[in-house]
Nanobody
Framework: QVQLVESGGGLVQPGGSLRLSCAAS????????MSWYRQAPGKERELVAT????????TYAGSVKGRFTISRDNAKNTVYLQMNSQKPEDTAVYYC?????????????WGKGTLVTVSS
């Protein structure tokens, strides 16, 4: 059974930091690119950051570049999102996504999300 379980969300003050985790199970984690998406109230879901499997190269949305860092631990089947210098506009539900590569291309898995609220 495939599972992506996000954790680490919560309330943080502007300028603060949070680290999200996404624990994966039920599929070959190392063969999937991992991403974090977010959806703010009344807005569409947007891609925040992606990390590939082999080289571990990363890409970021312009709005978070320099503040957020995505990383992964293939031994623990876990992907992380370190969020620093947070702003109220970072408030959203954050979702973990796994996108299959190579023979697994076309397969996508999603977590249920974790809420991040940036407010004083």
């Amino acid at each position: 059974q495939v599972q992506l379980v996000e954790s680490g969300g919560g309330l943080v003050q502007p300028g603060g930091s949070l680290r999200l985790s996404c624990a994966a199970s039920g599929f070959t984690f190392s063969r999937y690119a991992m991403s974090w998406y977010r959806q703010a109230p009344g807005k569409e879901r947007e891609l925040v950051a992606t990390i590939t499997s082999a080289s571990g190269s990363t890409t970021y949305a312009g709005s978070v570049k320099g503040r957020f860092t995505i990383s992964r631990d293939n031994a623990k089947n876990t992907v992380y999102l370190q969020m620093n210098s947070q702003k109220p506009e970072d408030t959203a539900v954050y979702y973990c996504n796994a996108r299959g590569l190579g023979p697994y291309a076309g397969i996508n898995y999603w977590g249920k999300g974790t809420l991040v609220t940036v407010s004083s």
